[in-house]
């Protein structure tokens, strides 16, 4: 929202009848605080409070509603109190907030209220929210525990006790990370106003039912069950509630505490980590058996070719005392069809130059996943020989193959991989003509502009589009083409741009001047 559109609104808003008994004009207001609804900024909440307070009830309530729009887009802390400090607003104005509107949208304005510069505002804020009894007062109760006025402290601490009821203790869950801040106010000493909350939060013993009815957040979840077992401790129902939950960092927490179970309950768990979905948790639990890996020697064996480098690499690490050949185990295994990608992987990682002739031959056989991991495996043992690969698989495999031989091609650039891909681009579909391009812009320099300006013409629309963009982003980049122009490039860009020939209804007068500006790159001395 623009400085003349605010004003223009502003302006309207304020408009009064000129004389008794005519309209307000109320429908050209109601178009106003539509555009403050989708445009404004909670720093507008400022001007439209007096609005609150119109004799007309429609433009009253949606000013209400508006407001606490823009009251919703407040994220921080800090925003709450710059935005909200200095509000227009008065003991009085509280009452009648409370009086006025629907209890959602009045508890939002006495939310707001909450936070005024005025001691005396924000604690007959405080005692409003108290009697509102709504879950959204509790936040800003817990605000106001630290307010820097001791009788606002009071009144708060007193005010959220209230609260201690079951029908609000998912609300005080979720304002955990707030609840947290109160140790570390320094003007005042709140570890009993701390306590206290946390005990009407956990007193209430959690099992599978209790906790899959939540809805609070992932990171007010992980923060209560820390707090739960630290206060409780853990069991076996509490245990498999934690490694049920969607959250990985949720089910890593069973790692902190295993020791409190039984040795059969320990192995099972641990068992379980080691095959969970998420990589992190798998990792997490390979660095916890790290001092005691004899005992899931074969699992961790197994573990040698997730699809994750990070464990693969500790999986090898914890087996080294066992003295394994890890390239005949991974070459064993791809013969088998065991874990056939993570092993390819793997013995990329492990492998010699004499095991290319052998990843080479699985390339030619395997299906796109298995091919796709060959081509990673030879790239790092030979990035001249997966160049010759990328050029071959680049015509006819899917993006994600493509994708990777972009990176190969774009560090093996060359006059082969120049014509290889020119001639590939004459009968390629759009598809294929889109990652082309992606190449010649990943690569950039000379060598790409005479492409580029011919795509500029090709029959299908968004191969074009792409081509405007990157031939863009080319000449952006120019300016530091630190380097003589080859005249084999030069000769072929200018050979395509005096062919190519458009319709001046259709290129945009940006496009136009892109264009002409691209004429002054073909000069060549």
Same mark, same amino acid.
């Given at each position: 929202?623009?400085?003349?559109?605010?004003?223009?609104?502003?302006?309207?808003?304020?408009?009064?009848?000129?004389?008794?008994?005519?309209?307000?004009?109320?429908?050209?207001?109601?178009?106003?605080?539509?555009?403050? !609804?989708?445009?404004?900024?909670?720093?507008?909440?400022?001007?439209?409070?007096?609005?609150?307070?119109?004799?007309?009830?429609?433009? +009253?309530?949606?000013? /209400?509603?508006?407001?606490?729009?823009?009251?919703?887009?407040?994220?921080?802390?800090?925003?709450?109190?710059?935005?909200?400090?200095?509000?227009?607003?008065?003991?009085?104005?509280?009452?009648?907030?409370?009086?006025?509107?629907? !209890?959602? @949208?009045? @508890?939002?304005?006495?939310?707001?209220?909450?936070?005024?510069?005025?001691?005396?505002?924000?604690?007959?804020?405080?005692? /409003?929210?108290?009697?509102?009894?709504?879950?959204? /007062?509790?936040?800003?109760?817990?605000?106001?525990?630290?307010?820097?006025?001791?009788?606002?402290?009071?009144?708060?601490?007193?005010?959220?006790?209230?609260?201690?009821?079951?029908?609000?203790?998912?609300?005080?869950?979720?304002?955990?990370?707030?609840?947290?801040?109160?140790?570390?106010?320094?003007?005042?000493?709140?570890?009993?106003?701390?306590?206290?909350?946390?005990?009407?939060?956990?007193?209430?013993?959690?099992?599978?039912?209790?906790?899959?009815?939540?809805?609070?957040?992932?990171?007010?979840?992980?923060?209560?069950?820390?707090?739960?077992?630290?206060?409780?401790?853990?069991?076996?129902?509490?245990?498999?509630?934690?490694?049920?939950?969607?959250?990985?960092?949720?089910?890593?927490?069973?790692?902190?505490?295993?020791?409190?179970?039984?040795?059969?309950?320990?192995?099972?768990?641990?068992?379980?980590?080691?095959?969970?979905?998420?990589?992190?948790?798998?990792?997490?639990?390979?660095?916890?058996?790290?001092?005691?890996?004899?005992?899931?020697?074969?699992?961790?064996?197994?573990?040698?070719?997730?699809?994750?480098?990070?464990?693969?690499?500790?999986?090898?690490?914890?087996? !080294?005392?066992?003295?394994?050949?890890? !390239?005949?185990?991974?070459?064993?295994?791809?013969?088998?069809?065991?874990?056939?990608?993570?092993?390819?992987?793997?013995?990329?990682?492990?492998?010699?130059?004499?095991?290319?002739?052998?990843?080479?031959?699985?390339?030619?056989?395997?299906?796109?996943?298995? +091919?796709?991991?060959?081509?990673?495996?030879?790239?790092?043992?030979?990035?001249?020989?997966?160049?010759?690969?990328?050029?071959?698989?680049?015509?006819?495999?899917?993006?994600?193959?493509?994708?990777?031989?972009?990176?190969?091609?774009?560090?093996?650039?060359?006059?082969?991989?120049?014509?290889?891909?020119?001639?590939?681009?004459?009968?390629?579909?759009?598809?294929?003509?889109?990652?082309?391009?992606?190449?010649?812009?990943?690569?950039?320099?000379?060598?790409?502009?005479?492409?580029?300006?011919?795509?500029?013409?090709?029959?299908?629309?968004?191969?074009?589009?792409?081509?405007?963009?990157?031939?863009?982003?080319?000449?952006?980049?120019?300016?530091?083409?630190?380097?003589?122009?080859?005249?084999?490039?030069?000769?072929? /860009?200018?050979?395509?741009?005096?062919?190519?020939?458009?319709?001046?209804?259709?290129?945009?007068?940006?496009?136009?001047?892109?264009?002409?500006?691209? +004429?002054?790159?073909? +000069?060549?001395?």
């Amino acid at each position: 929202m623009d400085y003349a559109e605010y004003n223009k609104c502003i302006e309207i808003l304020r408009l009064k009848p000129k004389w008794f008994g005519t309209d307000e004009n109320i429908p050209m207001k109601l178009d106003c605080l539509e555009t403050f !609804r989708s445009k404004g900024s909670p720093s507008n909440i400022h001007a439209l409070i007096p609005f609150l307070k119109s004799n007309d009830e429609i433009f +009253r309530q949606r000013t /209400a509603g508006v407001i606490t729009s823009l009251f919703d887009k407040l994220k921080s802390q800090n925003q709450l109190y710059d935005s909200l400090k200095y509000l227009p607003v008065d003991v009085s104005d509280v009452d009648f907030f409370s009086k006025s509107f629907p !209890r959602d @949208v009045s @508890v939002k304005l006495l939310a707001l209220s909450s936070l005024n510069h005025s001691g005396y505002v924000r604690q007959r804020a405080i005692e /409003a929210l108290t009697l509102a009894k709504h879950p959204q /007062a509790i936040r800003f109760l817990i605000l106001r525990l630290s307010d820097w006025v001791k009788n606002v402290r009071e009144a708060a601490a007193s005010s959220i006790r209230k609260y201690f009821i079951d029908e609000y203790r998912e609300q005080f869950i979720s304002e955990l990370d707030n609840i947290d801040g109160l140790k570390n106010v320094g003007r005042t000493d709140l570890t009993t106003e701390y306590e206290s909350i946390l005990g009407h939060i956990l007193e209430k013993k959690l099992n599978t039912e209790s906790y899959s009815a939540l809805t609070v957040t992932d990171k007010a979840r992980l923060l209560y069950l820390k707090k739960y077992i630290e206060k409780n401790g853990i069991d076996s129902q509490l245990t498999k509630i934690l490694i049920s939950d969607k959250s990985f960092l949720t089910r890593i927490q069973v790692l902190k505490h295993l020791n409190e179970l039984n040795p059969s309950e320990q192995s099972r768990i641990i068992l379980q980590l080691l095959n969970d979905k998420s990589s992190q948790v798998r990792l997490q639990t390979l660095y916890y058996l790290r001092d005691n890996s004899i005992q899931y020697y074969d699992i961790i064996l197994k573990l040698t070719s997730d699809l994750s480098a990070s464990i693969r690499d500790l999986a090898r690490y914890l087996l !080294r005392t066992h003295k394994l050949n890890f !390239r005949e185990i991974y070459k064993d295994r791809i013969q088998k069809h065991e874990h056939k990608v993570g092993s390819i992987l793997g013995l990329a990682e492990v492998a010699t130059t004499n095991d290319l002739d052998f990843l080479k031959t699985v390339i030619e056989i395997e299906d796109k996943n298995t +091919r796709l991991a060959c081509l990673v495996g030879i790239q790092k043992l030979d990035v001249q020989q997966a160049k010759g690969f990328a050029l071959k698989l680049f015509a006819d495999e899917p993006n994600k193959i493509r994708k990777r031989c972009i990176e190969i091609l774009s560090r093996t650039w060359d006059r082969d991989v120049i014509l290889e891909t020119e001639q590939l681009y004459e009968n390629a579909n759009p598809t294929l003509k889109r990652m082309i391009l992606t190449l010649y812009t990943t690569v950039g320099g000379w060598d790409v502009l005479g492409m580029l300006i011919k795509a500029t013409s090709d029959k299908d629309s968004t191969v074009k589009e792409l081509a405007w963009n990157f031939l863009q982003k080319w000449k952006d980049k120019a300016l530091r083409l630190f380097t003589r122009p080859p005249k084999e490039a030069m000769d072929k /860009a200018t050979r395509y741009y005096e062919q190519t020939v458009f319709n001046r209804t259709e290129i945009s007068p940006s496009r136009q001047k892109l264009w002409d500006e691209i +004429r002054y790159y073909l +000069r060549y001395d």
